[in-house]
RNA sequence: GUCGGAAUGGCGGAAUUGGUAGACGCGCUAGGUUGAGGGCCUAGUGAGGGUUUAACCUCAUGGGGGUUCAAGUCCCCCUUCCGACACCA
């Protein structure tokens, strides 16, 4: 017998050779006018896009693994997989490479992409390549142009004056993960606040359906929970302070109406607009002013910390509580925040503990209008944040318990015209202008005589301009190219400027699934027929870092472009994944650690198909799981073993077909190959255990070992022949080597095996006996006992004998098929 | 602080519905093959006790209570770790 080597460095590349050339995974569009009935169903396969930078890691290892496993799956039992890929390729860090360095971001872009391509082949991920693209090609960001078009024309992208975060000494507008400590990331000095007109995207009129809507999508329950806190619906009613010295009215959002006889004083955040106005010619002017300084310029998480002590001013102003008439101060505090309700709150110390700690702090009054146990056993049980009996209050509400209270009281407060029910929200709309380079252009020019015209759709796209100097300067590096930002109105033809800021790269991956359903459309965005057949995705799959954010945006892009009747799917992704990441060491993996375990040296050296099942047998993939070389070389010694023994099966030439009726070792081995066949397919379909898979073809493997001498050429043969094809989800080109060898066929093009039910019922089980819940025998008993027979079997079991003996028995449970349970007393 | 998630051998993990705890892999031990090493093959491997070998017994899923014939799994309390949010009125 000839020395059969596992080589992985002659197996890998002779299969990608073939997907390659044979364009294994591309899929066709369905085509308009043909009948789709009686072809299978379809299955959109996603893991989120990549952003290229440097080469691949680990965790895109991980995430491409996963769901190639997904796919593969998919299409051998009977459906039609779409799973494409794309890059993400606009966006800071090759920016920031740029001012480094010079090069055009567009240079350093091209060239991560192509090595990610590179190691993706690399890893035999099965990939319909026709459908790639970037998102910072001009032939996909026309349409991600198109989109801003839409969206301003319906009045869901709109401009505002917003606060950003400004670097003085950079002179540019920071993203709010480029603050660290309330400091540039890149120069290390003191963010500022700074007002800007800034483009937004009206994402808040969505928050009801939003938050709806994950009602009917299948995601890990704790995602749905990041997104409904972030959504942040609160009930409440929404309360009109009248500040009768100036004339204005304040309405306030708050949650407890019920506590309103409670309110002894009111507070402004330092960035509400009136709050200089209000305090001219009090006297407190300058006090104010410095106050609401400092306030700006401190950064949000010192202001933020939760155990800061309360500071504010007072603004000299008094307001009217509706409900009692009584005049209360109004203070400046920055423990109010501009951006929730109102930017103004009305303050009960009596039962809110941010409003309490201010109270004690400047001495206001601090008045309980709850009825409430005193846990704590302070002098006044204050603040009490719990439920009770009104008390304080007016003589109407008094003693009505604070629920039914509050809703008396907003009714009441609806009736004066002082108020009336509301819902607030933390969600707030997306701020999507970066004064950034390496970005989408927003294709709006500013006109004179005209004010802003969005660029008209068959004059996109607004092609992002070279420029020779990427740092940032105050403005877009955009402002620069004067050639282009110099336009003429596509109006009135007069002279007009450019929009100088880029789009977040949120925008560019909120629709890119959508784009791959027809990607190569030069007509439109999409074709809406072609849509329809592949949308929604059914299954995508990432990192929980993104929990919130890019999940959020694309699930607005979708109900947005719904309600314009682009699409007809109201949630982009019906199933979500999350997978967990791997760590070294116990810890994240990073340059600075020098722990980082790199996917192209494990290919180079163990070969993909190692990588890929070991990354997949380490534990479950929505765990957090620590690399370790030894697993690794396990798993590859498995690996090796299973195409051993394929290759010298091959060598001995074909056997005849398995006979009808296996017996002894020969049964054995087939049985295990059955179960190996209901295990994996059970672990797959619908759940994501590929380690329990991969140990179930382990398992297999062992048998196959194990009866190597005993089971005849025909069961060895087709167990050996199930182990690859049950293998290849994990680790397709050994195993569709090991296929191909047995068989000469191609085992992505085999359907998926089925389990004989025959094989997997066995004629007897082996009974567990218990006496007292304590295993004390096991007996070999018919498949098909009664339970009778069952409880005699046990009682006469040896070893219960002896446990019975000696005591009454006072109670058998008999579980068929499982054991008995002898009670005795 | 609030909301999630988790804790099982020396290690990663398995146990899908309350029904044999520890599948599979790593590591380790012994033996075989080999000039040696590696590789490969075979057997063993939760802890403690027990016998000549067996049998067998006790304990064991972070800790404590409970429900049940039966709990890693369900309920209550506690500890530790991880993650998200964090003055959201």
Redesign the pocket.
């Known amino acids: 017998m000839p020395d059969h080597r596992y080589d992985p460095n002659d197996i890998e590349p002779r299969w990608q050779r073939v997907w390659a050339d044979e364009r294994t995974w591309e899929v066709a569009n369905p085509v308009a006018g043909q009948s789709q009935a009686g072809e299978e169903p379809k299955s959109y396969v996603l893991e989120m896009l990549p952003y290229p930078s440097g080469e691949p890691h680990i965790g895109h290892l991980k995430v491409y693994s996963v769901g190639d496993a997904v796919a593969h799956f998919h299409r051998r039992t009977g459906r039609r997989v779409l799973h494409p890929m794309g890059y993400d390729a606009f966006g800071l860090p090759a920016e920031n490479h740029a001012i480094k360095t010079g090069q055009h971001p567009r240079a350093s872009t091209d060239a991560a992409i192509a090595e990610f391509q590179r190691q993706f082949r690399n890893w035999g991920i099965s990939i319909d390549w026709s459908r790639e693209f970037a998102t910072c090609d001009p032939a996909y960001y026309r349409w991600t142009q198109w989109i801003f078009n839409e969206l301003y024309r319906n009045g869901l992208a709109y401009r505002k004056e917003a606060a950003v975060k400004w670097c003085p000494n950079d002179q540019t507008v920071l993203a709010n993960e480029q603050v660290i400590d309330g400091r540039c990331e890149r120069c290390g000095f003191e963010v500022e606040a700074k007002q800007l007109e800034q483009w937004m995207f009206r994402i808040t009129d969505y928050a009801d359906r939003l938050l709806d809507d994950l009602d009917t999508i299948e995601w890990p329950?704790?995602v749905k929970?990041?997104q409904r806190?972030?959504i942040?619906r609160?009930e409440?009613a929404e309360v009109v302070f009248r500040c009768e010295e100036l004339g204005i009215d304040y309405p306030?959002?708050?949650?407890?109406p019920d506590t309103l006889f409670g309110a002894t004083f009111f507070?402004m955040?330092p960035e509400h607009p009136d709050v200089e106005r209000l305090t001219a010619g009090t006297g407190n002017e300058d006090a104010v002013r410095d106050y609401v300084n400092h306030a700006l310029n401190e950064s949000?998480e010192l202001?933020?910390?939760?155990d800061?002590t309360?500071?504010g001013v007072f603004l000299g102003r008094h307001v009217v509580n509706p409900v009692n008439g009584e005049a209360i101060p109004m203070y400046v505090?920055?423990?109010?925040?501009?951006?929730?309700?109102?930017?103004?709150?009305?303050?009960?110390p009596g039962h809110?503990?941010?409003?309490h700690?201010?109270a004690r702090a400047f001495g206001l009054p601090i008045r309980r209008v709850i009825e409430g146990e005193n846990p704590d056993g302070d002098a006044d049980g204050l603040p009490y944040a719990g439920d009770g009996a009104l008390v304080n209050s007016a003589r109407e509400f008094d003693g009505l318990p604070n629920r039914e209270a509050l809703e008396a009281i907003v009714a009441w407060l609806d009736r004066e015209g002082k108020g009336h029910a509301s819902v607030?929200y933390?969600l707030r709309d997306w701020l999507l202008s970066r004064q950034r380079y390496w970005g989408c252009p927003i294709p709006v020019v500013h006109c004179g005589a005209c004010g802003i015209v969005p660029v008209p759709d068959d004059q996109l796209p607004v092609v992002l301009p070279d420029v020779s100097d990427y740092a940032p300067k105050g403005r877009s590096p955009l402002a620069a190219a004067e050639d282009w930002v110099n336009t003429t109105c596509p109006t009135c033809g007069g002279p007009a400027l450019r929009e100088t800021d880029t789009m977040d790269t949120f925008v560019d991956s909120s629709w890119y699934f959508l784009r791959y359903c027809d990607a190569r459309n030069d007509q439109a965005a999409w074709d809406p027929a072609i849509l329809h057949a592949w949308m929604p995705v059914d299954q995508y799959i990432g990192g929980?870092?993104h929990?919130?954010l890019h999940l959020m945006y694309a699930r607005f892009f979708c109900k947005a472009l719904s309600d314009l009747g682009h699409i007809d799917v109201q949630e982009p992704f019906a199933r979500l994944f999350t997978q967990g990441m791997i760590t070294k060491d116990g810890a994240?993996m990073s340059k600075s650690r020098g722990n980082v375990v790199s996917p192209r040296e494990i290919v180079e050296r163990y070969g993909a198909d190692t990588a890929r099942a070991y990354i997949l047998?380490?534990?479950?993939p929505d765990?957090?799981?620590?690399w370790?070389d030894?697993?690794l070389?396990?798993?590859?010694?498995?690996l090796?073993?299973l195409w051993?023994l394929s290759a010298e099966a091959a060598e001995r030439g074909a056997p005849g077909p398995l006979a009808g009726d296996p017996a002894g070792p020969d049964l054995d081995l087939v049985r295990k190959a059955h179960w190996a066949i209901?295990?994996v397919t059970?672990?797959l379909t619908g759940?994501f255990?590929f380690?329990?898979a991969?140990?179930?073809v382990?398992?297999l493997?062992?048998e196959i070992?194990?009866l190597?001498d005993d089971a005849g050429a025909a069961a060895r043969r087709f167990a050996l022949e199930t182990a690859n094809s049950l293998l290849f989800p994990f680790a397709p080109h050994v195993a569709a080597d090991g296929y191909h060898l047995l068989t000469g066929e191609r085992v992505w093009e085999e359907p998926w095996p089925v389990a004989d039910q025959a094989y997997l019922a066995r004629d007897t089980?082996?009974l567990?006996c218990?006496?007292?819940?304590?295993?004390?025998?096991?007996v070999e008993v018919a498949a098909d006992a009664s339970g009778d027979a069952l409880e005699a079997a046990a009682l006469a079991a040896?070893?219960v004998v002896?446990?019975v003996d000696g005591h009454e028995v006072?109670?058998v449970?008999v579980?068929p098929g499982?054991?008995v349970?002898v009670?005795v007393r």
């Open positions: 329950e704790h929970t990041m806190n972030w942040g609160s409440g306030v959002f708050t949650t407890r507070v955040a949000n202001r933020g910390a939760a800061k309360k500071t505090a920055d423990y109010v925040l501009m951006e929730y309700g109102t930017g103004a709150i009305m303050a009960v809110d503990e941010r409003d700690a201010f607030n933390r929980v870092e929990a919130i994240k047998f380490i534990g479950p765990q957090d799981a620590d370790s030894e697993g070389e396990g798993v590859q010694r498995f090796s073993r051993r209901e295990k059970g672990d759940r255990a380690n329990t991969i140990a179930a382990m398992e493997t062992n070992s194990r190597r089980y082996e567990v218990q006496v007292n819940g304590k295993v004390r025998d096991r040896p070893n002896a446990h006072v109670k449970v579980v499982k054991l349970n009670v």
